[in-house]
């Protein structure tokens, strides 16, 4: 394939290095071809970020995008969002910042992290369109004939399990409302969910004047003392002060209101429902927290895990996963709301 532009060869041959990485047969190779795709994702979409706006098509000033080019990853898929609204859904932007989170995991936790091929396989299928709608690079001719996605037909059995995790997931949404309306009434209103919304919409310019605004709310509503402590004491207070990652921490916990029940689930499970000891006592605002969305650290985790894979089945989406992966993986986070849902319900909390 030959390049007509400039910007698009760095993106292009870092997405090749990617598929030839996975052809080799074992851990390892998968481990650098995750990764790989990875720096092509970030790359691609910094350099749409910095592209001029008569290239891009943004309806956005120049300065605003390179503000948000120049940002975390988090920032790059809210700049894409304000670029270019509706070119990358939604939901395949959260399942951007879901595979970015599992290769946080990998720098932090070293070689013991397997990455299963599925992961490796959706990310490079996302990859691939984002290469083609941001930068006008056909990634999907680049893949191999195993990482492409094959239309399946509908299946009893995933249709089952997507019943099944619709239930599960109405199920602990009931529990952990029921829970966060005792512990802290106002917080479930209705004006204050959509307020949490609000400042969960924040830019680059804005966040400043929205993280006081979300400071304010907390303090006002989220009458549990330990929680709004907590909490207040974990986000940025000074921006001018408080270091990149802190920063980023209090971005990612606003960007969580965007779901009331996600953002419940990560003040309830750090104080009354930890997995693997990461709680209010041992989560530090000075680390990455990224971690925390991943299904094996915490009920948020396995919430958002969970809604993820129910999206896939409900919009067919299998991004290079066979059926049997994708039921496999589902089942598992089933199994695990199943499990967590009666935890919640029957806790003893003070009236």
């Known amino acids: 394939m030959i390049d007509s532009?400039?910007?698009?060869?760095?993106?292009?041959?870092?997405?090749?290095?990617?598929?030839?990485?996975?052809?080799?047969?074992?851990?390892?190779?998968?481990?650098?071809?995750?990764?790989l795709i990875d720096v092509c994702v970030e790359t691609t979409l910094r350099t749409?970020?910095?592209l001029p706006v008569k290239i891009?098509?943004?309806?956005?000033?120049?300065?605003?995008?390179?503000?948000?080019a120049n940002g975390t990853f988090h920032n790059l898929t809210k700049g894409v969002e304000a670029a270019a609204p509706g070119r990358i859904p939604d939901d395949e932007l959260h399942h951007l910042r879901f595979y970015h989170?599992?290769?946080?995991?990998l720098y932090h936790e070293g070689?013991?992290?397997?990455?299963?091929?599925?992961?490796?396989?959706?990310?490079?299928?996302?990859?691939?369109?984002?290469?083609?709608?941001?930068?006008?690079?056909?990634g999907h001719a680049l893949l191999s004939h195993a990482w492409k996605q094959v239309d399946p037909t509908q299946s009893h059995a995933l249709d089952e399990m997507?019943?099944?995790?619709?239930?599960?997931?109405?199920?602990f949404k009931h529990a952990i409302n029921a829970v966060m309306e005792k512990i802290a009434p106002k917080m479930v209103y209705p004006s204050t969910i959509r307020r949490l919304k609000e400042l969960a919409d924040f830019t680059i310019t804005t966040f400043g004047s929205d993280l006081g605004s979300f400071r304010d709310l907390i303090n006002k509503n989220l009458t549990n003392q330990k929680a709004r402590e907590w909490l207040l004491k974990f986000l940025a207070d000074d921006l001018s002060y408080d270091s990149p990652q802190v920063i980023a921490n209090s971005q990612?916990?606003?960007?969580?209101?965007?779901?009331?029940?996600?953002?419940?689930?990560?003040?309830?499970?750090?104080?009354?429902?930890?997995?693997?000891?990461?709680?209010m006592d041992t989560l530090d605002h000075w680390d990455d927290i990224s971690f925390i969305q991943q299904a094996e650290y915490s009920i948020l985790g396995v919430y958002e895990s969970a809604k993820h894979f129910f999206e896939?089945?409900?919009d067919k989406h299998w991004f290079g996963m066979s059926e049997t992966e994708l039921l496999e993986r589902c089942k598992d986070l089933r199994d695990k709301l199943k499990m967590i849902s009666p935890k919640v319900a029957g806790l003893h909390l003070p009236n």
Do not use: C
Not at 9 to 29: H, K, M, V
Not at 101 to 105: E, F, H, M
Not at 260 to 270: P, R, W
């Open 252 to 279: 990612l916990i606003m960007e969580l209101a965007k779901d009331s029940t996600a953002f419940y689930s990560f003040l309830v499970g750090m104080q009354f429902v930890p997995i693997e000891d990461i709680s």
């Open 111 to 138: 070689n013991g992290i397997t990455i299963p091929e599925e992961h490796v396989r959706g990310y490079g299928t996302l990859a691939a369109k984002l290469l083609k709608e941001l930068l006008g690079i056909d």
């Open 162 to 171: 997507r019943r099944d995790l619709e239930r599960e997931l109405d199920q």
């Open 101 to 105: 989170n599992v290769r946080n995991r």
């Open 5 to 35: 532009h400039p910007w698009q060869r760095g993106p292009r041959e870092l997405f090749q290095f990617a598929i030839t990485a996975y052809a080799s047969p074992d851990e390892a190779g998968r481990r650098i071809s995750f990764l």
């Open 48 to 50: 749409f970020l910095g």
């Open 56 to 68: 891009s098509g943004s309806g956005k000033e120049y300065s605003d995008l390179k503000q948000y």
């Open 312 to 314: 896939i089945l409900r």
